[in-house]
């Protein structure tokens, strides 16, 4: 499989080339497709902050690279440039709070940093600790498609329908996507007839990124508004819905995009498997549980307006961007390390003993 999808390999969202960071505008997407170069680590935070870039896997990235054009402005400037340094850390780990891939990222960064030897380059090792991580990511979605793809063949048949929720593929990641590699690779396998896609509101991740993606790779898409998932459930063949996830805690709860805790519960209510695909770098074993996690809440212009356009009644609006599933709700933990099924703490902390298997 893993050949397949290379091959198929059509959309990515970040690319690092002439000393600085190039970022697809996934606010543009899928009418205009704009690359944006980034040459310090303040336009990758505004970038964070302003979705240009989402996903944890692919948030997390671009703040390795942040960290880079940071290391090479402060060098430059002279004086004590690691110091000085901490003011770019402290402005990328407040770009986003839920997501923590983006602090995992930047503490192998420092890490990376505090090992550089004597006379060594550590502008050089930096570099190469972010492409490590870019391309780290990549490997372990190539991994978690197949593991995904054995966990759906092994429980059942072919072909069968998928439901899917935001963005977690090319755009999301460094390399194919977590929950929807799986459903590229299940795809390649033979093993889907349709995948439906949450339009996922308020920034419509489902309708113009995933659907956009799966389209664009002649995979059979059918955009749903999210209020139409239980009934989709009901009525459609779902046998699975494959999500990712910004945050897992030591218990095996996780956090994803709002609208994912609802999709869980009537997964269960409808006897549909409920799979989560994510790696190993999404998993916070610093936190009990999904109690512990900050979830963002972002503007209310989001929900009240469209492309500036005001589609709602001028008044309070609530705008949480994840929720919190309990792993009572999951069947499933897909990670480049292994499969977790029907996930507790216990089974959390021996996959996070293991080595990763590619």
């Not at 440039?81 to 986003?96: C, Y």
């Amino acid at each position: 499989m893993r050949d397949r999808l290379l091959a198929a390999e059509k959309v990515k969202a970040i690319d690092w080339r002439d000393s600085a960071l190039y970022l697809l505008d996934q606010r543009a997407l899928p009418f205009e497709e704009t690359w944006i170069a980034h040459h310090s680590a303040a336009e990758v935070a505004e970038s964070i902050r302003s979705m240009v870039v989402r996903g944890a896997p692919a948030i997390g990235i671009s703040a390795a690279y942040a960290v880079v054009l940071a290391a090479r402005m402060r060098f430059a400037a002279g004086g004590d440039w690691v110091a000085a340094l901490e003011e770019d850390f402290a402005l990328l780990v407040g770009s986003r709070p839920t997501a923590v891939n983006l602090f995992w990222a930047l503490n192998r960064m420092r890490e990376r940093l505090e090992r550089v030897k004597e006379h060594a380059d550590p502008l050089a090792a930096l570099e190469a600790e972010a492409l490590a991580i870019h391309e780290s990511d990549r490997e372990a979605n190539l991994t978690m498609a197949q593991l995904g793809v054995d966990l759906i063949r092994r429980h059942q048949g072919n072909p069968q329908a998928l439901l899917t929720h935001c963005n977690t593929g090319a755009l999301a990641t460094g390399g194919f996507g977590t929950a929807l590699g799986v459903v590229r690779g299940a795809w390649l396998e033979g093993m889907v007839e349709r995948v439906y896609v949450d339009e996922t509101r308020p920034w419509l991740q489902g309708s113009r990124l995933t659907a956009w993606e799966l389209a664009n790779e002649g995979i059979p898409v059918i955009l749903n508004a999210d209020a139409a998932a239980a009934h989709i459930m009901k009525t459609k063949g779902v046998t699975w819905v494959v999500v990712g996830a910004d945050r897992i805690t030591a218990n095996g709860d996780i956090a994803s995009k709002i609208g994912t805790y609802q999709l869980a519960v009537n997964a269960m209510h409808h006897g549909v498997r409920f799979m989560v695909v994510a790696a190993s770098s999404s998993i916070d074993m610093s936190l009990a549980s999904g109690e512990d996690i900050t979830l963002e809440e972002r503007e209310a212009s989001e929900l009240l307006e469209l492309g500036g356009t005001p589609v709602g009644a001028q008044v309070e609006a609530f705008n949480p961007v994840f929720d919190v599933t309990p792993a009572d709700l999951i069947d499933a933990i897909v990670t480049e390390k292994g499969i977790v099924e029907r996930p507790d703490s216990a089974k959390m902390a021996q996959l996070m003993c293991r080595k990763r298997l590619h």
